[in-house]
């Protein structure tokens, strides 16, 4: 692993940047497509290591899936009985707990680990749930063994999903499938990350399953067939957001494409926090455009629906000229890596002012330096890394080969934006 001199800008940065498929949407659109009624053809996927890993998860259990022929953002899956087999998860959230429920249904058993650092994330909460509904578990934490019987009672569950929706959608996604659907009651603190909730059940009546929601911190899914449905995968806003916030950076506009006119995508929502920071936008003709101001102001939010976007919106507050706070966040303290920890250290290093709270971040302006950027395996830490860089001389990423978790070209595009 070498380091990455980040590219500092020269000026405002000008730049059109086209994104790859949004990792969510993707994730959701194997499993889906993979507990179907026949083959559904998923356009504009996303490749990258975490979506490589749910796709090697899928096929690995059974399912037809043609994702080398021709172009590779198309992919065909047929699905197939599901058998015993071996899961790798790497670092990827959606494939440790979207595929437990797929692997319930599966005929044998099915061993699930990753990275090293994957095991310090939680996933007691899905694999109790599924204990809870018939299903033959063993282990608490990765590595951990499922085996199926090829088919799972289902019934009424209750989880404390405060520290990841990821358990929420996970049950979801495949509850249809059981033989009684399923009924998911949440008791604890909020749950975050709503938007990924919605996406969902969005994604799962359009395949005319019937999803209850009407009821707070309360969803059911009706027992019934998976509609096979063809998508094309949204850009992922997420990983657009450091490139908008880029030109909030830097004084300079960027351009995203093919911004959808409505989405669940949680990564919309840089749109307001840039706003409220002093970047204006516009959307046109599904263009949507950040121009940065003279001079970043902090903010305070809470940042609970969006934690994913975390790191690129305490970047730029540490770029900021007046204090921020980040709220509605404990639960980044089980992403990738411990991020309230992480970018209170790497921001501190280069001569910021960070402090974690209970439950977020408090960023004072200060005047940063260059430095060696940690990224913690974790792409959006690198990203982070990145965007300080812009402004900053001197800024080392130490690997930013990270970023191929969902965003493998993600170097060559930085350079490409600042003109490189
Ligand atoms: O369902 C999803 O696709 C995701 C949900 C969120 O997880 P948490 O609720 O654990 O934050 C988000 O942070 C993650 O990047 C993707
Ligand atoms: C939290 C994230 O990922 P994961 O899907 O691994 O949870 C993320 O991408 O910011």
Same mark, same amino acid.
């Given at each position: 692993m070498s380091t990455w001199h980040a590219p500092t800008a020269t000026g405002p940065v000008t730049a059109t940047v086209p994104l790859p498929g949004s990792k969510s949407i993707t994730n959701r659109a194997l499993v889906l497509a993979a507990l179907a009624d026949g083959p559904s053809t998923l356009r504009g996927v996303l490749r990258s290591r975490d979506t490589d890993l749910m796709l090697a998860a899928i096929r690995g259990l059974g399912v037809g899936v043609d @994702?080398? @022929?021709?172009?590779?953002t198309t992919v065909v899956v047929t699905p197939r009985p599901l058998h015993g087999g071996h899961v790798d998860c790497g670092l990827a959230g959606t494939v440790m707990r979207f595929v437990p429920p797929v692997a319930a249904l599966a005929d044998g058993a099915v061993t699930v680990d990753g990275d090293?650092?994957?095991?310090?994330?939680?996933?007691d909460t899905i694999l109790r749930a599924l204990a809870d509904l018939g299903v033959a578990v063993d282990g608490q934490s990765l590595p951990f063994t499922i085996t199926g019987r090829g088919a799972v009672r289902g019934g009424a569950v209750t989880i404390d999903a405060s520290s990841s929706s990821q358990f929420v959608s996970g049950l979801l996604l495949g509850?249809?499938?059981?033989?009684e659907g399923i009924t998911v009651h949440h008791v604890g603190k909020p749950v975050p990350s709503q938007p990924h909730i919605d996406m969902t059940i969005e994604m799962l009546r359009d395949s005319g399953v019937h999803v209850d929601d /009407?009821?707070?911190d309360t969803w059911r899914v009706a027992p019934g067939p998976i509609a096979a449905v063809d998508r094309t995968i949204e850009p992922d806003l997420s990983n657009a957001a450091a490139f908008l916030a880029a030109a909030a950076a830097t004084g300079g506009s960027v351009s995203v494409p093919y911004?959808? @006119?409505?989405?669940?995508?949680? /990564?919309?929502q840089i749109v307001d926090v840039l706003d409220r920071m002093g970047a204006s936008t516009t959307l046109s003709d599904g263009t949507l455009t950040v121009r940065g101001p003279d001079r970043l102001t902090g903010i305070s939010a809470d940042?609970?629906?969006? /934690?994913?976007l975390t790191p690129t919106i305490a970047a730029l507050c540490a770029l900021a000229d007046t204090s921020s706070t980040l709220s509605g966040?404990? $639960? &980044?303290?089980? $992403?990738?890596?411990d991020r309230l920890a992480a970018l209170t250290a790497e921001i501190t290093g280069l001569g910021g002012r960070c402090v974690e709270t209970d439950d977020g971040l408090r960023i004072e302006p200060a005047t940063l330096h260059g430095g060696t950027w940690h990224s913690y395996a974790d792409h959006r830490m690198a990203t982070a890394g990145a965007l300080i860089g812009l402004v900053v001389d001197g800024v080392e990423v130490?690997?930013? /080969?990270?970023?191929?978790?969902? &965003?493998?070209d993600f170097p060559a595009m930085w350079s490409a934006m600042t003109g490189g």
């Open positions: @994702a080398d @022929a021709g172009e590779p090293e650092q994957m095991r310090a994330r939680p996933v509850a249809a499938r059981f033989d /009407g009821e707070p911004w959808p @006119a409505r989405t669940t995508q949680p /990564g919309a940042l609970g629906d969006i /934690g994913e966040i404990a $639960h &980044l303290r089980g $992403h990738e890596t130490d690997d930013i /080969g990270c970023t191929s978790k969902t &965003l493998p």
